[in-house]
T-cell receptor, first 116, second 110 residues
């Protein structure tokens, strides 16, 4: 149980285009989903927290107009990188929390984004 | 702001040796601490979760201790195997957010 999927696992896009990454909780409902970014040999950096049906809360320094997050249902959150540039190339990981009051987060397998 | 540090950044040991991985955090007001494993290019696998009221957790060859007052946790892996080669991350939860260390990359030589 508690499986989180991400799609795609890898994506290459050209500079200036937008790319959407999906995060799904497969066997549970996730009231909260988190999006992280990981640079090589660095820790995971929390980008934003999304709650189903409400606007995402972005961490300081993360551009909300660049990284659009939508949490349309209890099993799906999407991250759209708009007008991507090479510096947006990174490993993006989502996680999902089953319900309020529980602190466990279940992580997706990650998406490798390369912007050329 | 919570800062999580993991030392060493990398570790190479011969098969069979015990592994000791360290994690320290600056704010002791945490809800829990988790240890994760990450294989190259992959997501995170949760290994152990220690609640703030607990001192340690064990699962098979893995044992994690927590000293909240001093802001430290240690992950012990007994009798290491080549399959234990991975990056190990610790993360602390101070509300519902997780703050991660940069990880310790372990190589177990056959």
């Amino acid at each position: 149980g508690a499986v989180v999927s991400q799609h795609p696992s890898r994506v290459i896009c050209k500079s200036g285009t937008s790319v959407k990454i999906e995060c799904r909780s497969l066997d549970f409902q996730a009231t909260t989903m988190f999006w992280y970014r990981q640079f090589p040999k660095k820790s995971l950096m929390l980008m934003a927290t999304s709650n189903e049906g409400s606007k995402a809360t972005y961490e300081q320094g993360v551009e909300k107009d660049k990284f659009l997050i939508n949490h349309a249902s209890l099993t799906l959150s999407t991250l759209t990188v708009t007008s991507a540039h090479p510096e947006d190339s990174s490993f993006y990981i989502c996680s999902a929390r089953p319900r309020p009051g529980r602190y466990e987060q279940y992580f997706g397998p990650g998406t490798r984004l390369t912007v050329t | 702001k919570q800062e999580v540090t993991q030392i060493p950044a990398a570790l190479s040991v011969p098969e069979g040796e015990n592994l000791v991985l360290n994690c320290s955090f600056t704010d002791s007001a945490i809800y829990n601490l988790q240890w994760f494993r990450q294989d190259p290019g992959k997501g995170l696998t949760s290994l152990l979760l220690i609640q703030s009221s607990q001192r340690e957790q064990t699962s098979g060859r893995l044992n994690a201790s927590l000293d909240k007052s001093s802001g430290r946790s240690t992950l012990y892996i007994a009798a290491s195997q080549p399959g234990d080669s991975a990056t190990y991350l610790c993360a602390v939860s101070d509300d519902y957010k997780l703050s991660f260390g940069a990880g310790t990359t372990v190589t177990v030589r056959a």
